[in-house]
């Protein structure tokens, strides 16, 4: 199980977006997730006729590692910390460390 997914408020702690939050669109194999108007780069393509794409910058999201990202704890508007844990009927979800409010329920 996973402690960041898909559709998830996140937190970025560290490099040039330190402190905004997004939502995850999707993850990558090798620990990455891309967040919803976060690292976003400017790509220089070039025109292809064939395939009718105009050329010119565009700007796209690029992948950020998983440990750049915090779950954001909507009880305190922070990021947070994730824990997993197995319920007495055998589900396992995930929880706040700080405040043990289960996310999954």
Known sequence: ???????????VLSGRDKGRQ???IGLLAGGQALVENINRVKR???PNPQANHPGGIVEKDMPLPLSKLALLNPATKKGDR???????DGRKVRFFKSNGEMIDA
């Open 82 to 88: 994730v824990g997993i844990k197995r319920l007495a």
């Open 44 to 46: 220089h393509t070039r």
């Open 1 to 11: 199980m996973r402690k960041i997914r898909k559709g998830d408020q996140v937190v």
């Open 22 to 24: 997004g939502v995850v």
